[in-house]
């Protein structure tokens, strides 16, 4: 099936905005799109502009009409991905003193039951909190967490019902099945109780959604009553709470994209004023792990120029940076992403040659050992568990053919139990399939890691199609991890690949840095010459290839498009970030002041204005042919606003040479993260890929 655009594409209206920085003017055609009164719109979408609700309804009337021939297939994909999913699927209980706690859900149920049961029992279930009865009613509704007090008495849960990350936490009392009279508003998702459960710290979000202030809430009491425990002036800045594996700690961090800086609260006596690790330093970055037995802190960090990081330690009483002594010391080339300190053992868990691995180190005596597998490609993450003295910590292995297995691993013995393997209940053979792990050359010579899976019975010369993924940004590394949904593309043929490009960390810190800033170039060639490598060794073929990224991955999206547009067949852009140089000016926007150690500051610099200007996809968009396009939104995101990718489509569709289609889709019941149940994200998922099952003919 041939994707052929409706006759009448929408066309917005041109309404010229001068903007001057440097010296350098600019006109933006579209900046109208943007609503003034967006602040609101994020809390209530009605009031959004009329003209401008108007243009966005007209262009996903068009995308409706464009993919209206994909019906069946969407509705065929749906299914599929929904028989892969066991609709009554429950997580590995999580024991915490008397309890465990789980999710699970209901079969034909969108979103999940929050439960627990005695420990070690397989009866006695009592449910915590049901969301979908909290969903009903509502066009949108995400749970932002539920975190049980340490008494077991109560738990406190947080909802966004708007899609803009407003979180509202009230409180259940877990005897009565009743919440309290407390509710805060306009928070970030996570609290930190303190040790007896009587309070607790939370984040408050501003109306520039930017969560610069820490407040303690004491149960029972009007959250207009709440103290403000720690206020950031920098409103670069990021903060959140937390609290130490030990219990004894609650941590108030507060972070841009390189530099943080960590307060401490002793959960036991919570009216306690804020006590300061070490003052924050630019590029320095820092956490903590309580060692409780002797009085230290375990402090992962890269001061000294560790690039990959290492592990410090700290008397509890004297925590500063004069203080910190090497436990275990930078290596380079093998990254520390994340530890975490038990009673007897302390466990890290750190990259090596692109490879994930968990290092256990007995606590007592120092010895290590690890764990790690076999597979060209694969995915490891631990789970810290609510438990300090225990010996046993759970972990999940997955690759691109193997589903996603539990272990319950026991720190000392080292015996491993297998707790969950996940179901793929319309059935999955993994010798069907094979994952691969290659490497391109990049422009400057560097190579870029690639891992994909294919069926084992495709022919390798170059006709099969391929989806693309990329995301290089913020050093987030994606996972060579098992996808139930990616399989409706594989078993149509396709090689599914990803792309782990430099401004991830994949191979190191160093990937990280060199792309971001001014290097933030290198993250579109590496993927420009993934997708060469992936055409020249035969797994696909130039003009073969869908690429697909979201957020700041759709940004990577605009500005391949731009650079080598013959290369691609499609690009699905997902909450695009593709205005990069005007919402980077605007220090109004809810992210802006954090994203200038991410890209530079162009408003005093210069340079950093000339080098975003050179890359930022809409300000590139020029006259010349373009692959098929689909650019998806959310109208209440406010990480990246809805008229980014609107303004996107618009100066796309005005210069476009060729006959592609350029299709829009605005979410207006969501945010960022699209829509909330897991059924209605499948058809999401389910109609970006008849879009790329379509544009390659292969529909």
Request: one cysteine or more; charged letters at 30%.
């Amino acid at each position: 099936m041939k994707l052929t655009p409706p006759a009448a594409a929408p066309r917005a209206e041109k309404r010229p905005q001068p903007d001057e920085h440097h010296g350098i003017a600019r006109i933006d055609n579209y900046a109208w799109l943007r609503d003034e009164n967006w602040r609101e719109v994020m809390r209530d979408p009605e009031v959004l502009d009329k003209d401008i609700r108007s243009y966005l309804e007209a262009e996903n009337a068009y995308t409706e009409k464009a993919l209206e021939p994909l019906a069946e297939l969407r509705e065929k994909l749906f299914k599929e991905m929904k028989g892969r999913i066991k609709e009554d699927d429950s997580s590995v209980p999580s024991p915490d003193g008397p309890f465990a706690y789980y999710t699970r859900f209901v079969e034909g149920a969108q979103h999940p039951l929050f439960c627990r049961r005695p420990r070690d029992a397989e009866t006695g279930e009592q449910i915590v909190l049901d969301a979908n009865k909290e969903a009903e009613g509502e066009a949108y509704f995400r749970i932002g967490d539920v975190d049980h007090s340490p008494s077991h008495r109560l738990a406190a849960w947080s909802a966004d019902r708007k899609g803009s990350e407003y979180f509202t936490v009230r409180l259940r009392d877990l005897e009565t099945g009743e919440d309290l009279d407390d509710e805060v508003p306009d928070t970030s998702p996570g609290i930190a109780w303190d040790a007896e459960g009587r309070s607790f710290l939370y984040t408050q979000v501003d109306d520039e959604h930017r969560p610069l202030k820490v407040f303690r809430h004491v149960v029972g009491t009007s959250h207009s009553e709440d103290t403000l425990v720690y206020a950031e002036k920098d409103e670069g800045f990021f903060v959140g709470v937390g609290k130490t594996q030990s219990g004894k700690w609650l941590v108030i961090s507060s972070h841009d994209h390189q530099t943080s800086e960590i307060y401490l609260v002793p959960a036991d006596t919570p009216e306690t004023p804020p006590k300061l690790v070490a003052p924050r330093e630019d590029g320095v970055e820092y956490d903590l792990e309580h060692d409780a037995p002797r009085n230290r802190f375990l402090i992962l960090t890269n001061a000294e120029g560790a690039e990959d990081f290492r592990i410090a330690e700290a008397p509890e009483g004297a925590p500063g940076r004069e203080n910190w002594r090497d436990v275990i010391p930078h290596r380079p080339g093998t990254l520390i992403l994340n530890h975490v300190a038990y009673r007897d053992h302390h466990v890290r868990l750190e990259r090596q040659g692109g490879l994930p691995r968990i290092v256990v180190r007995r606590l007592a005596d120092g010895a290590e050992h690890e764990i790690a597998f076999d597979e060209e490609a694969y995915d490891l993450n631990m789970g810290a568990g609510y438990e300090y003295e225990t010996r046993r910590m759970r972990f999940a292995y997955s690759s691109m053919t193997t589903p996603a297995e539990v272990y319950d691993y026991d720190l000392e013995t080292r015996e491993r139990q297998l707790r969950k393997r996940q179901e793929v209940p319309s059935g999955h053979d993994p010798a069907d399939y094979v994952t691969r792990r290659i490497f391109a050359t990049a422009a400057d010579g560097e190579t870029v890691p690639i891992s994909l899976v294919h069926r084992k019975n495709i022919a390798l010369d170059g006709t099969a199609p391929c989806l693309l993924y990329g995301y290089g940004s913020y050093g987030i590394s994606i996972p060579a991890s098992f996808s139930t949904t990616c399989l409706s593309l594989v078993d149509r043929g396709f090689v599914y690949a990803i792309a782990h490009i430099r401004g991830g960390k994949e191979k190191g810190y160093g990937w990280y840095t060199s792309g971001k800033r001014l290097k933030k170039k290198n993250t579109f060639t590496d993927f420009i010459a993934a997708g060469e490598h992936l055409a020249k060794e035969g797994f696909t073929s130039r003009g073969n290839i869908v690429a697909h990224g979201g957020s700041a991955g759709g940004m990577l999206m605009g500005a391949v498009s731009n650079m080598a547009p013959d290369l691609f067949k499609g690009i699905v852009a997902e909450v695009p970030f593709v205005d990069v140089l005007a919402t980077i000016l605007d220090a109004s926007l809810p992210l802006t002041p954090p994203e200038w150690n991410e890209w530079g500051n162009p408003i005093e610099s210069r340079e950093a204005y000339e080098y975003m200007a050179s890359y930022s996809p809409y300000d590139n968009v020029t006259r010349q042919p373009y692959p098929h396009i689909f650019a998806l939104g959310g109208l209440t995101d406010p990480r990246v606003t809805y008229w980014e990718p609107a303004k996107w489509v618009a100066k796309l569709r005005e210069a476009r040479t060729n006959d592609g289609i350029t299709l829009l889709h605005i979410n207006m019941d969501a945010g960022h993260g699209g829509a909330s149940g897991r059924f209605e994200r499948l058809k999401e998922v389910a109609r970006v890929y008849a879009f790329a099952l379509a544009v390659t003919e292969h529909a």
